[in-house]
């Protein structure tokens, strides 16, 4: 069963303006990540946030994690066509298994 | 160093026969896992390796599947007996240790179509 569940499943956009995606999961986790996947292939890791940490930045990729609502978002400012892709969270709970979501596809128009 | 590959890239089987895929992780990484993606879908866990200890099998969906790994290198998921619904890419991810723990490095994929 997919723990977390993203939010919108799709969403297109204009190149240079921003994009939100949202990620809800169920069970008490130690971090979130986020990876994106091109055409359908191997996964890329984009960032980690830990559960004792709110917020995070990587150059253009802005994440929150909100612990008490269970949710993270992932925002990409100044979004370019190269960035055309779906972008999956994956949380990690004790062990070391990572359970991921759902995906959001994400369409950059030039 | 050369990251994670998959071999074969495509496989079309006829269903009812055995497929082997083949995953070659980072060199030096001790843990590797499988997961299956359906069209459109998100990853679905298989199994996991770490070091010398015992797999993390929880996530095979049946007995036709099954997986090895020699030591901390290659690792086999063999899909026995194969149904169309076993068609979806499977993905093999590797990771290593020290700062980097919790990021997984995934390879290219193998594609599974069964007809």
């Known amino acids: 069963s997919q723990q977390g569940e993203e939010d919108p499943q799709a969403l297109s956009i204009q190149e240079g303006e921003n994009a939100t995606m949202n990620c809800s999961y169920k069970?008490?986790?130690?971090?979130l990540q986020w990876y994106r996947q091109n055409s359908g292939r191997g996964l890329v890791h984009l960032i980690l946030?830990?559960?004792?940490?709110r917020e995070k930045h990587s150059g253009r990729l802005r994440v929150t994690l909100d612990t008490s609502k269970k949710s993270s978002s992932l925002l990409i400012t100044a979004s370019r066509a190269a960035d055309t892709a779906s972008y999956f969270c994956a949380t990690q709970a004790a062990g070391n298994k990572l359970t991921f979501g759902g995906g959001t596809r994400v369409l950059v128009k030039p | 160093g050369a990251g994670v590959s998959q071999s074969p890239s495509n496989k079309v089987t006829e269903k009812g026969k055995d497929v082997e895929l083949r995953c070659d992780p980072i060199s030096g990484h001790t843990a590797l896992y499988w997961y299956r993606q359906r069209l459109g879908q998100g990853l679905e866990f298989l199994i996991y390796f770490q070091g010398n200890s015992a797999p993390d099998k929880s996530g095979l969906p049946s007995d036709r599947f099954s997986a090895e790994r020699t030591g901390e290198s290659v690792s086999t998921l063999t899909i026995q007996r194969t149904q169309q619904e076993d068609s979806a890419v499977y993905l093999c991810?590797?990771?290593?240790?020290?700062?980097?723990?919790?990021?997984?490095?995934f390879g290219p994929g193998t594609r599974l179509l069964v007809l």
């Open positions: 991810a590797s990771r290593g240790r020290g700062a980097k723990l919790e990021t997984q490095y």
């Open positions: 946030i830990r559960s004792n940490e």
């Open positions: 069970t008490s986790i130690n971090n």
